[in-house]
T-cell receptor, first 113, second 114 residues
């Protein structure tokens, strides 16, 4: 099973709402990632969790709050977002080393209104 | 930090032709170079990768070559088919950094017409 599952697939939220994106993998991977992808652009790294600890935070605004409850789950909590935060949010996982395959989920298409 | 340049940004070929996409990277410590295919509305899918101890790798119609001295790597697709139409991203990472992540090129939109 090489699947990374993201929910929901689509999300529309107002600027005052609080919502969460969820990601799950059962490949025994020890590294999990959040990427943001705008239309016609490459994925842009937001956060990296390695062995359930946050190892990289690419200067992401605090309105995005990641959480890694266990080695299989990764959440992204959203609060007070702006319309420019509308994008495809991708979760990925890998064995943990920088030279191992990273598998991506299908993404959550987020629209902030 | 690492910077990955990818060319061309768009590529149109006839079915059966070959397609070549090229990338260069800046960090000589980068050691892992995957290629992803992204179809509309989907997440990126790994199609082939290469590590710096290998110069070339092939998987059916897809091949990747790496020149570490020049810091560039290329994706070659032979006998293209309409279903190869997608956005292709190259990426690089430095395995020496724990919890490191991929740095992507800007992508190439490949269109294969029948």
């Amino acid at each position: 099973d090489t699947e990374v599952t993201q929910t929901p697939k689509h999300l529309v939220m107002g600027m005052t709402n609080k919502k969460s994106l969820k990601c799950e993998q059962h490949m025994g991977h020890r590294a999990m990632y959040w990427y943001k992808q705008k239309a016609k652009k490459p994925p842009e790294l937001m956060f990296v969790y390695s062995y359930e600890k946050l190892s990289i935070n690419e200067s992401v605004p605090s309105r995005f709050s990641p959480e890694c409850p266990n080695s299989s789950l990764l959440n992204l909590h959203l609060h007070a977002l702006q319309p420019e935060d509308s994008a495809l949010y991708l979760c990925a996982s890998s064995q943990g080393g920088g030279d191992t395959e990273a598998f991506f989920g299908q993404g959550t298409r987020l629209t902030v209104v | 930090g690492e910077n990955v340049e990818q060319h061309p940004s768009t590529l149109s070929v006839q079915e059966g032709d070959s397609a070549v996409i090229k990338c260069t990277y800046s960090d000589s410590a980068s050691n892992y170079f995957p290629w992803y295919k992204q179809e509309l509305g989907k997440g990126p899918q790994l199609i082939i990768d290469i590590r710096s101890n290998v110069g070339e790798k092939k998987d059916q119609r897809i091949a990747v070559t790496l020149n570490k001295t020049a810091k560039h790597f290329s994706l070659h697709i032979t006998e293209t088919q309409p279903e190869d139409s997608a956005v292709y991203f190259c990426a690089a990472s430095n395995p020496e950094q724990a919890g490191t992540a991929l740095i992507f090129g800007k992508g190439t939109t490949l269109s294969v017409s029948s």
